[in-house]
C-alpha cells in the first residue's frame, strides 16, 4: 500500500490457502470488510486469469459491511515444484459514490492521478495438504486481521482482470450451438432433396450415406 493511500478494506485471509489434490477444482474464499463510513469499489486482479475464476470480481461494498468472494482454482494436472506458488493477487479498493452500480466501475477509478482515495492489496496463494480429521485447537492460536505483507516488487507485478476463463467458456459454448445449427440446416436441406427423389421413384444411395454422417455429426455436437 503505498505512502499515499488510505486502508479502505479489511481483507481476511491474506493467503489464499489450496488444499492441493490432482484433477479437482478448489475453492476458498476472502472477506472483504468496509471499514469506511464511505461506500466502496472493489476490483480482484490475479497474475495468472486463466488459471483461477473469481466470482465477483468486482463489486460495491457498504459502509460498515462485508462482502465475501470466492476464488477457484482450476484443476491442475501436474504438482508444482516443490509445492510452491508464484501466483498473486492484487484487491484493488476505491471510494465512490453512494448509488454507484456495479457496471459503472472501470479501471480508472483505482488510480492514484484520478484523484480518488484508493487503497491496493496484495494477496499470495499458497499450497497445502488436504484436510485431515480436526484435532485439539492448541493455546496461543493466531487471533484477529493478520498484517498486511510489504512486498518491495509489487509494483513490478503483471496483473491482470479475473474474467478472461469466464468468456473463454462462453465463447467456446456459443460456438458449438452455432456448429449445431448450421449441421440442423444441412441435415433438413439433405431430408427435403431425399423427398424430393423418393416421390419421383427412388434416390440414390449417395444421399442415404449424407444423411447418416450428418445425424452422427449432429449426435455428438448434441453431447457436448
Known amino acids: 500500500m503505498g505512502s499515499d493511500s488510505k486502508e479502505l478494506l479489511g481483507i481476511e485471509p491474506l493467503e489464499l490457502r489450496f488444499p492441493f489434490e490432482f484433477m479437482k477444482q478448489i475453492s476458498c474464499s476472502m472477506e472483504l470488510t468496509n471499514k469506511t463510513d464511505d461506500y466502496?469499489?472493489?476490483k480482484v486482479k490475479t497474475t495468472s486469469p486463466k488459471k483461477y475464476c473469481v466470482r465477483p470480481n468486482s463489486g460495491i461494498v457498504p459502509p460498515?459491511?462485508?462482502s465475501s468472494v470466492v476464488v477457484t482454482m482450476q484443476a491442475l494436472k501436474q504438482a508444482p515444484p516443490d509445492m510452491q506458488c508464484k501466483?498473486?493477487?492484487l484487491v484493488q479498493s476505491?471510494?465512490?459514490?453512494?448509488?454507484?452500480a456495479v457496471k459503472d466501475i472501470t479501471g480508472?477509478?483505482?488510480k492514484k492521478e484520478s484523484g480518488?482515495?484508493?487503497d491496493e492489496v496484495r494477496l499470495k496463494v499458497v499450497y497445502v495438504q488436504p484436510p485431515r480429521p480436526p484435532s485439539p485447537v492448541r493455546e496461543g492460536s493466531e487471533e484477529g486481521s493478520s498484517p498486511r505483507p510489504s512486498w518491495s516488487d509489487g509494483a513490478n507485478i503483471n496483473y491482470q482482470d479475473t474474467s478472461p476463463l469466464i468468456s473463454r467458456l462462453t465463447e467456446e459454448r456459443n460456438s458449438a450451438i452455432q456448429q449445431n445449427n448450421k449441421l440442423r440446416e444441412e441435415l433438413d436441406l439433405v431430408r427435403r432433396e431425399i423427398s424430393k427423389q423418393n416421390g419421383n421413384g427412388g434416390f440414390p444411395l449417395v444421399f442415404v450415406v449424407a444423411v447418416a454422417l450428418l445425424g452422427i455429426l449432429l449426435g455428438c455436437l448434441m453431447k457436448r
Do not use: I
Open 116 to 118: 480518488n482515495v484508493v
Open 64 to 66: 460498515r459491511s462485508t
Open 94 to 100: 476505491a471510494v465512490v459514490t453512494e448509488g454507484t
Open 40 to 42: 466502496l469499489a472493489f
Open 108 to 110: 480508472e477509478m483505482f
Open 87 to 89: 501466483d498473486k493477487f
